[in-house]
């Protein structure tokens, strides 16, 4: 089944504890992206990325950290977590990088800093 | 920038009316308009998109109309049922960022019976 499998799905965490969310997609899709869901603001972009090794920000990235070791795996790092951090996560991948193509999103990770 | 609007924030229906729910947009440039629905605590879902080309898409009761001069397109929904209460996004491509989505803040739609 093709899938964007994201973990953890919820998480409350402490201020400055380093975590990592994981995303990991099946579907050898070159284009992998992470937004964040806040009431009232819609979705928005944190961090893409076009292919292994190629990142890039997105409209709100500052806290967050990325890598793109390999083609199915986008981990979101988040080295110093603060309140304003706490959000709905979610990962996004798409066959490329080409506009129009279908995004497939993750199930969505729940994190709290406390 | 970019931004895309949408309006209203939250839209109540009675079963069997039609609900229509208006995105305008920043960016004469931008080509591809993606709708999602979002239930309770779920992923977004793509539930019907339109690219620049066309004027108009429909998909059984959901309909996507776009106005490239105005920058503004529509999501028509008839009949409505129970089913089709969730939270509605549209969407805009932009130049730049890939396969990126600009986000409209959203729809809570709730059809009463």
């Not at chain 2, 839209?11 to 305008?24: H, M, N, P, W, Y």
């Not at chain 2, 309909?63 to 028509?76: E, R, Y």
Request: a neutral charge.
């Amino acid at each position: 089944e093709a899938q964007v499998t994201q973990n953890p799905r919820y998480l409350i965490t402490v201020t400055g504890k380093k975590l990592t969310v994981t995303c990991s997609q099946n579907m050898n899709h070159e284009y992998m992206s992470w937004y964040r869901q806040d009431p009232g603001l819609g979705l928005r972009q944190i961090y893409y990325s076009m292919n292994v090794e190629v990142t890039d920000k997105g409209d709100v990235p500052e806290g967050y950290k990325v890598s793109r070791k390999e083609k199915r795996n986008f981990p979101l790092i988040l080295e110093s977590p603060s309140p304003n951090q706490t959000s709905l996560y979610f990962c996004a991948s798409s066959l490329s990088g080409r506009i129009g193509n279908t995004i497939y999103f993750g199930e969505g990770s729940w994190l709290t800093v406390v | 920038g970019e931004n895309v609007e949408q309006h209203p924030s939250t839209l109540s229906v009675q079963e069997g009316d039609s609900a229509v729910i208006k995105c305008t947009y920043s960016d004469s440039a931008s080509n591809y308009f993606p709708w999602y629905k979002q239930e309770l605590g779920k992923r977004p879902q793509l539930i019907i998109d339109i690219r620049s080309n066309v004027g108009e898409k429909k998909d059984q009761r959901i309909a996507v109309t776009l106005n490239k001069t105005a920058k503004h397109f529509s999501l028509h929904i008839t009949e409505t049922q129970p089913e089709d209460s969730a939270v509605y996004f549209c969407a805009a491509s932009f130049t730049g960022g890939g396969n990126k989505l600009t986000f409209g803040t959203g729809t809570q739609l709730k059809v009463e019976l």
